[in-house]
């Protein structure tokens, strides 16, 4: 076991050096042949359980892990928490789909996944659904999937009743719309995916109240803790771990250095109370999805939304601390300095995609 865990521990440094040494032009919320070596070490199902990677991480250092490749890179962070959310959604909904009933046999499960879109048509019929028309952006695209988790909400049935479905759908069927970013990566592009008159067979489509409810297949077949996670909460933590990988780095960077600025220790110090707080909070909240998850309780609508809020603070404190830091003058060569801005610019960024895919699982989930 000890073996496997620092197996796993040398993977993440190599990952974390990687992106360290990555030219700066190419690296993009995407995930690209410049990020292979993640899907190589495996880290992108580290969320899921399996044999061959010993015994499962506990959620809370799930986490931490990807927080440690956020103080490197924050978009890489992005990148493997959501791609990890992406194929537990996916072996959780659609076990048979993703090739096995049990994760413990598969490779690295590449998803993307896309939340709220910002418009569709979508009908039920007699052995599924079709979708008439649709546009979504995703919330981390993969090159190298071959599926793609999408949200589909009210969708209604025959008799009028409106609900939210999950669809696992073939890349092969989606049109790629290219798109410039509007939320501050303005050097690269950004994806949109439509569809079109495609048949989604009832095999591939979930609803989020059969989700909620722990009635999907994989909960008739496994019972591994992690597959009684809620698909809520945990999307909500996915948005922040980014921001507070960033904001440890900046805070080591600024308390490394020697600052002359007048009031800085005062800045440092609150910058790390920040910090510290968000954490604790986040932590609390990893400790009450897990317990919930190893009991199989499933989490009442006022604790899910008690979670999506303590989400979206620490996500505040963490930019709030970023903020407060990025004033301060370490004492940096002109060239580290402007290294330093783009990181801020990066994580007001991600702060900004974090809260607005907060907003969207809440909604979808309706936890508000």
């Known amino acids: 076991m000890q073996v496997m865990a620092n197996r796993i521990d040398g993977e993440f440094e190599h990952a974390a050096w990687l992106f360290s040494k990555c030219d700066e032009a190419r690296l993009s919320t995407e995930l690209s042949v ?27 250092a799930y986490m931490k892990k990807i927080a440690a490749i956020g103080q490197c890179n924050g978009r890489a962070a992005w990148a493997v928490g959501w791609c990890n959310a992406a194929a537990w959604i996916a072996l959780k909904c659609f076990p048979d789909q993703m090739g096995s009933e049990s994760p413990d046999e598969d490779g690295s499960a590449v998803v993307s996944m896309a939340l709220s879109p910002e418009a569709v048509q979508a009908i039920h019929c007699t052995s599924g659904i079709v979708i008439k028309d649709g546009v979504w952006k995703p919330v981390v695209w993969n090159w190298r999937a071959q599926s793609i988790v999408l949200f589909i909400p009210d969708v209604c049935d025959a008799q009028g009743k409106q609900s939210t479905l999950i669809a696992l759908i073939p890349v092969s069927d989606i ?31 979930v609803s989020i109240e059969a989700l909620r409810q722990g009635t999907v297949a994989y909960e008739r077949r496994g019972a591994h803790w992690q597959y009684r996670m809620c698909a809520g909460a945990l999307l909500a933590a996915h948005a922040v771990i980014p921001v507070q990988g960033m904001a440890a780095a900046a805070i080591a960077l600024a308390k490394d250095r020697k600052v002359v600025m007048p009031g800085a220790d005062a800045v440092v110090n609150r910058a790390s109370d920040y910090i510290d707080a968000a954490t604790a909070i986040l932590s609390r909240s990893y400790r009450k999805i897990e317990l919930h998850a190893i009991c199989n309780l499933p989490l009442t609508t006022e604790v899910r939304a008690e979670l999506g809020r303590h989400a979206a603070l620490a996500g505040q404190l963490f930019l709030a601390a970023i903020d407060s830091l990025a004033r301060i003058d370490l004492g940096l060569s002109h060239t580290h300095g402007l290294s330093m801005q783009k990181q801020w610019r990066d994580a007001r960024t991600l702060g900004l995609r974090g809260a607005r895919a907060i907003r969207d699982t809440t909604a979808l989930f309706r936890i508000s």
């Open 34 to 60: 410049d990020t292979i070596d993640l899907v190589n070490a495996g880290l992108l199902d580290i969320l899921l359980p399996g044999t061959r990677r010993g015994t499962p991480l506990s959620l809370d």
């Open 175 to 205: 049109v790629l719309l290219t798109g410039q970013d509007t939320l501050g990566f303005e050097k690269f592009p950004d994806l949109n995916i439509a569809i079109r008159d495609v048949f989604v067979p009832k095999h591939r489509v």
